[in-house]
């Protein structure tokens, strides 16, 4: 298990802050409902989306369903890649990093896979139960992923000279977004942001006979 500990960790916090917040959301929110955190600029928004992160969708029910094969194939090339990161010895951060982007992916898989099942539909009026008597409120790789943040910061007007959108208002930031999807994010912002130094520290260490990734 050397050099395990610490993604196998990293994965299943990042696992259970999502699962956990998105189990309160949908029991105890409707759709469309707001906890103001901080004025109107830091808010918990409930929505589900049945498509990509930060809410796109992608061709309806068959879309869905291509969606969420496509991203079963993509964890697991995700997992065994991590596999092969660490069992090669590569440098520490950029493994912590592809283990944050795996985790969002597996959160979002779970939503997508089983909350059709497990839980009844969510409305504008009703909140959600977990394993209804009648069933859920769709089958099988058919769930909705649940958003909740939602930080609209700076709202106002284009400019009527800016090329395209000029007149038109704007909102940052728009997405609403989960835990999973921040997970992912974080991970490849930093990847992109330290890559010289991730990809310079392989190369040394593979021309090094006796380097290994020690466990602190």
């Given amino acids: 298990m ?3 500990t610490k993604p196998l960790v990293l994965i299943t916090i990042i696992l ?3 699962q956990i917040s998105k189990f309160w959301v949908k029991l105890n929110m409707t759709i469309g409902q707001d906890f103001h955190i901080i004025s109107d600029k830091v808010l918990i928004h409930f929505i589900e989306n049945p498509g990509m992160a930060y809410g796109m969708e992608f061709g309806g029910e068959y879309g ?7 991203r079963i194939i993509a964890v697991c090339g995700i997992g065994y890649g991590l596999h092969y990161m660490i069992q090669n010895k590569y440098n520490r ?3 912590l990093n592809v283990a944050l982007i795996f985790a969002g992916a597996v959160g979002n898989i779970i939503d997508s896979v089983f909350y059709g099942v497990i839980f009844s539909e969510s409305t504008y009026f009703e909140k959600a139960s977990l394993f209804p008597e009648a069933g859920g409120y769709a089958s099988l790789l058919h769930g909705k992923v649940v958003d909740m943040f939602y930080f609209p910061l700076i709202n106002g007007t284009f400019p009527t000279w800016f090329p395209i ?3 038109e208002d704007f909102l940052f930031f728009r997405p609403v977004f989960n835990v999973a999807d921040s997970a992912i994010s974080v991970g490849v912002f930093l990847i992109l ?3 010289k130094r991730y990809f310079k520290e392989e190369h040394q260490e593979k021309e090094t006979p006796h380097s290994e990734i020690r466990e602190d």
Wanted: charged share 15%.
């Fill in 193 to 195: 942001i330290f890559q």
């Fill in 2 to 4: 050397k050099g395990y």
């Fill in 16 to 18: 259970l802050i999502d």
């Fill in 165 to 167: 959108w000029g007149g």
């Fill in 93 to 95: 951060g950029f493994i």
């Fill in 64 to 70: 869905k369903l291509f969606l969420t094969v496509f």
